[in-house]
């Protein structure tokens, strides 16, 4: 009977009238100790307000209701479906929602709705998974703005592979430590990608130029990424690159001059098929022709396969030699350009490769002498 007059009664108030009367009534259900009759006549009275033409009406409800962990399920997920300003009270705040209602209405709303699901505190991996799969790009950008959110490394990689060409997206899931490093070498081809997708940087450098830098850089970019990788992240990024068809002579020898050795041996392995601790071994302690041999077998050519060798001598010579500080052997092996005879064209182009790596060094050297007499002066 208090039920029907009360639904009588809200055909005829004022929507002020309405909607303090819906807030009381939430709160009447919550904190009053009310006989299971009562409690669900109010239930019952609840779900009559939600199709209120007054959306103040249906507000008042939803800010009685949103922090209640005795709230009503239904009702919250029907909230959670009206306008926005209502809806983000229980998306945002209401704790009965389990991962598989915010799954759902992450599938069935809009991007407002999304956005709003993205900015939850204490989100679910499992949620956030699925906002990397089917939201745009602004909602990831607040899913990687959102603290409190529990985010796994292959949905990062997911992030990456759907939105790696936004700037937003990239910029966050850069900062991230957390970041796998094949998927940081991800995103250092989507930057590549738009450099040389650039109108204005092609039109200010020229087609060909900036093919050349783009790769240059994204390989500089990559081997400093190696500088990071744990020993458990190295066979997935050789892997990554790997199937890029990256592992390039060129990008090996690089690898190797900067002192990548723990990679170059994981890449060596992966190409070879051989068991790691053997590689190791070959590249630690075995003789020239031994080494050789291995570095041709993962398709290294003869003309070039020399070259590598030398490089795997000079950094067992600098690791044995413990008084000598050594970070880049390409000035090394540039000094021994001489001693190598003729060079095939291959080789020769390494070998240019080497000599810009040499330069570099020699700058950077210089650099932080230069620091060092100003911090001293």
């Known amino acids: ?17 309405r909607a303090r009367a819906a807030n009381a009534l939430a709160r009447a259900y919550l904190r009053s100790a009310m006989a299971p009759p009562e409690r669900s006549a109010a239930r019952v009275a609840m779900t009559y307000l939600l199709d209120d033409p007054s959306p103040r009406v249906r507000l008042a409800l939803a800010e009685g209701l949103a922090d209640s962990p005795d709230a009503p399920r239904p009702l919250m997920v029907s909230l959670c479906e009206d306008q926005p300003e209502i809806a983000s009270l229980p998306i945002l705040r209401s704790p009965v929602l389990t991962d598989a209602d915010l799954v759902d209405l992450a599938g069935r709303g809009n991007a407002i709705t999304r956005a709003l699901i993205a900015a939850r505190p204490g989100l679910s991996r499992g949620v956030a998974a699925a906002l990397a799969e089917i939201g745009d790009p602004e909602e990831v950008v607040i899913l990687l703005e959102n603290p409190t959110a529990s985010i796994a ?47 204005f940087v092609r039109a200010t450098i020229g087609g060909r130029r900036i093919e050349r830098i783009t790769r240059e850089a994204g390989r500089a970019a990559t081997i ?105 052997i390409a000035p090394l092996l540039l000094e021994r350009r001489a001693s190598l005879g ?11 490769m080497v000599a810009k790596l040499a330069i570099a060094e020699e700058r950077r050297r210089a650099r932080d002498h230069a620091l060092e007499l100003a911090l001293a002066a």
């Open 1 to 17: 009977m208090i039920v029907a007059a009360f639904l009588r009664w809200v055909e005829t108030a004022k929507a002020g009238d």
């Open 153 to 199: 490394r292959l949905t990062l990689k997911r992030m990456a592979e759907r939105h790696g060409s936004h700037e937003g997206v990239r910029a966050l899931l850069l900062e991230r430590d957390d970041l796998p490093a094949a998927v940081r070498q991800l995103l250092v081809d989507c930057v590549a990608d738009a450099l040389s997708g650039s109108a």
């Open 224 to 328: 400093s990424i190696l500088g990071s990788v744990t020993a458990e992240e190295m066979p997935i990024l050789v892997e990554h690159l790997r199937g890029e068809g990256r592992l390039t002579p060129a990008f090996l020898m690089h690898a190797l001059c900067v002192g990548r050795t723990d990679f170059f041996a994981s890449a060596l392995t992966a190409l070879s098929g051989l068991e790691e601790r053997r590689v190791r071994s070959i590249l630690a302690t075995a003789r020239f022709h031994a080494v050789r041999a291995l570095l041709e077998t993962v398709g290294l050519s003869r003309e070039i396969s020399g070259l590598f060798v030398e490089a795997i001598f000079l950094w067992r010579s600098a690791v044995q030699s413990a008084s000598v500080e050594m970070d880049n």
């Open 342 to 352: 003729t060079l095939s064209p291959a080789a020769s182009e390494l070998m240019e």
